[in-house]
């Protein structure tokens, strides 16, 4: 893979950790930004990094996902992505909030959630501008997947990755579980 695939995911990871330690807008109370040493990763690995072609639903049904704070919302399964690790063939829904979002959402849960990983699971978002290749296929790339804000302090509701897009297999890829220096 090349050095600026790995220097873009690099400079993401080093800009996140800055808006959580410095930002007003930071899910972390002001209170243990001080303490805040950096979010936690797997290695970069080229083998969770794929190049698909998104399966458009021809309907594209409105479902209703759950979130962390007992709300729900509504997202339309716009399509999925078809993708092999080691031999298995796994598909994942791809949603968007309305039909003239371009932007896809990937919510997601494997099986590292729990021990390695927030356990309600992690996202991929998915912006045209970045993850579109030339050809027209969707890079979905594992290692950016990231935890929702609701994985590092209480006060937000994030929604749970639906029983369709659980994997049966780990995905070390991406952002570690958070755990608090003081809570660990």
């Excluded at 800009?15 to 807008?25: A, E, L, T």
């Excluded at 790339?141 to 804000?149: Q, V």
């Excluded at 590092?152 to 990755?161: A, E, V």
Aim: aromatic share 14%.
């Amino acid at each position: 893979m090349s050095a600026r695939w790995m220097d873009r995911l690099e400079k993401i990871r080093k800009g996140k950790d800055r808006f959580f330690r410095d930002s007003p807008q930071s899910p972390f109370p002001r209170r243990d930004r001080d303490t805040f040493e950096g979010l936690k990763y797997y290695p970069l690995d080229e083998r969770y990094r794929f190049e698909l072609d998104l399966h458009e639903h021809e309907s594209k049904a409105t479902v209703t996902l759950d979130a962390t704070g007992g709300d729900k919302r509504n997202m339309l399964r716009w399509g999925e992505f078809r993708f092999v690790i080691d031999t298995t063939a796994y598909t994942l829904q791809a949603y968007r909030i309305d039909p003239g979002e371009m932007r896809l959402f990937v919510p997601f849960r494997d099986e590292t959630a729990d021990t390695e990983t927030y356990p309600m699971g992690r996202f991929l978002d998915l912006e045209p501008q970045v993850h579109r290749t030339p050809a027209g296929t969707w890079v979905l790339d594992f290692n950016e997947a990231y935890n929702p804000w609701c994985a590092y302090t209480d006060g937000y509701s994030c929604l749970i990755p639906p029983h369709e897009n659980a994997l049966d297999l780990p995905i070390p890829a991406g952002e570690k579980r958070y755990r608090h220096p003081d809570h660990s």
